[in-house]
Every structure is written in structure tokens, then in C-alpha cells.
């Protein structure tokens, strides 16, 4: 590969940064797009790349991050959408604006990111998207309550399928990732719960979680050449969780 622009949101840290700098060691040049400029500048030079900050709810900042990687560079041949929230709050305890929040970033930010950037590659004959979903997306897994994440993930990989039909005989593909439980500070913060930790380990035949650079490579594969007949996919990492 390599001389290739890809653009990753929410790379500032965990999956996000590991597949940037995965993309990076393949010799692309990596737009490290995150709310968070401080973690992001930091990978973006720590890989040579460039920093956008954007807010992937705003439809006017994915505009922006549009216009940025165009006029600095040109084009766009890939996008990954990485950037997502969880909260685990029951069901009946879920407001509407926590409910939003999800969905604003994990969906409404997916789309914003895939119709504004996908709409450039369109334009330009074509590219490759590879969504962040989850295993959440596919199964309940337990015992955390979590609906409105597990509902949002379920629609990245609808939209992921709907867009990859799309698009394809305009030679954009689109698939998904949908990895299991990944050392992030998300779920070690969930393993710091005994109860949870036993739990999600017993439930993953493969008995621990993933490092995020065990999630990157299979991203890299999706946007590669060597995956040129593959659109509409979702390859799940979950360490044998859903196989039970």
C-alpha cells in the first residue's frame, strides 16, 4: 500500500491510535481527526501525520475536516470511523439525552463522517470505509446493562451494509469491525468490577481481552488491496465470544 491519505477519527488514543499508526507503518499518511487536540497532535507526531480536531456530531465540523484533508492533500482514499462512547446505565435509567449522546456520536457521527468524506471518494471514483462497530452490535453481552449502546452499534452495521450495497458499483467500498472486549480505558475501567471482569472473561472461550494492536491489522486488511472484492463485510474480533 503506502502514499495513501486515511483519515481515522477518535485516533487519539486506544483502537483509534493503534490503527493509525498501523496505517502509518504501512506508509500512508494518517489524518488523526479527535475532539481531543491534545492526544491527538500527540499521535499525529509521534507518526508523522497531521492533527484535524472535529467533532463528529457536528455535521459543520465533519465539513470542516472535509475541506482540510482536501486542501492540504488533495483527496481522500480511506476513512475509518472510530470514534464511540458507551455508558452503562439500565434501560429504564437511560434519559433522552443520554440516549442522544449515544446515537450522536456512535451513529449520527458514523454517517456525518460517511456521507461527507464517502461523498468526496465518490467524487473522485472511489475508496474505502471501514466502520468501528462492536460485538454489541450482534449479541447482548452481559452482565452490564447497556441498550442504547448495543442499539447504536447494531444500526453501524445496518448503515455499514446499506451503504457498501450503495455504493459499490461506484467503487466505494464499506465494511465493519466489531471487535470483542479490547484493553481500552473504557473496558479496563469495566474490569476494575470483579463481578464484570469474571463474567467477560468466562464468557470469551479465549479467556482474556484484546489489545487494540490485535484489532488494528484486521482494519489495515479492509482498506487494503487484498481485499478489493470485499464490501458490506463485518469481521468480528471477539475471541471467540459470540461462537458459544
Known amino acids: 500500500m503506502g502514499s495513501r491519505i486515511v483519515v481515522v477519527t477518535g485516533a487519539g488514543q486506544g483502537i483509534g491510535e493503534s490503527i493509525a499508526r498501523a496505517?502509518?507503518?504501512?506508509?500512508?499518511?494518517?489524518?488523526?481527526?479527535d475532539r481531543?487536540?491534545?492526544t491527538g497532535r500527540a499521535v499525529a507526531d509521534a507518526i508523522a501525520g497531521s492533527f484535524v480536531e472535529v467533532d463528529v456530531t457536528d455535521t459543520?465540523?465533519?465539513?470542516?475536516?472535509?475541506?482540510?484533508?482536501?486542501?492540504?492533500?488533495?483527496?481522500i482514499d480511506g476513512l475509518v470511523n472510530n470514534a464511540g462512547i458507551v455508558r452503562n446505565t439500565p434501560a429504564e435509567d437511560t434519559s433522552d439525552d443520554e440516549w442522544r449522546s449515544i446515537f450522536a456520536v456512535n451513529v449520527d457521527g458514523v454517517f456525518w463522517c460517511c456521507r461527507e468524506l464517502g461523498g468526496a471518494m465518490l467524487?473522485?471514483?472511489?475508496?474505502?470505509?471501514?466502520?468501528?462497530?462492536?460485538?454489541?452490535?450482534?449479541v447482548v453481552n452481559r452482565p452490564q446493562p447497556q441498550a442504547a449502546y448495543n442499539a447504536s452499534k447494531a444500526a453501524v452495521i445496518g448503515l455499514t451494509k446499506s451503504l457498501a450495497a450503495e455504493w459499490a458499483g461506484r467503487g466505494l467500498r464499506v465494511n465493519a469491525v466489531a471487535p470483542g472486549y479490547v484493553a481500552t480505558?473504557?473496558?479496563?475501567?469495566?474490569?476494575?468490577?470483579?463481578?464484570w471482569r469474571e463474567e467477560w472473561l468466562r464468557d470469551?472461550?479465549?479467556?482474556?481481552?484484546?489489545?487494540?494492536?490485535e484489532i488494528a491489522p484486521s482494519v489495515v486488511y479492509l482498506g487494503s488491496d487484498a481485499a478489493s472484492y470485499v464490501t458490506g463485510s463485518v469481521l468480528v474480533i471477539d475471541g471467540g465470544y459470540t461462537a458459544w
Not at 496505517?23 to 481527526?33: L, N, Q, T
Not at 480505558?185 to 463481578?195: C, I, K, Q, V, W
Not at 470469551?204 to 494492536?213: I, N, S, Y
Request: glycine residues 12%; proline residues 3%.
Open 23 to 33: 496505517f502509518a507503518a504501512e506508509g500512508d499518511h494518517v489524518v488523526v481527526a
Open 60 to 75: 459543520a465540523s465533519v465539513r470542516a475536516l472535509r475541506d482540510a484533508v482536501l486542501r492540504d492533500h488533495g483527496r
Open 204 to 213: 470469551t472461550p479465549m479467556g482474556r481481552v484484546a489489545t487494540p494492536d
Open 36 to 38: 481531543a487536540a491534545a
Open 185 to 195: 480505558e473504557l473496558t479496563l475501567r469495566g474490569m476494575s468490577n470483579d463481578a
Open 123 to 138: 467524487a473522485a471514483g472511489g475508496g474505502w470505509i471501514v466502520n468501528i462497530a462492536s460485538m454489541s452490535g450482534i
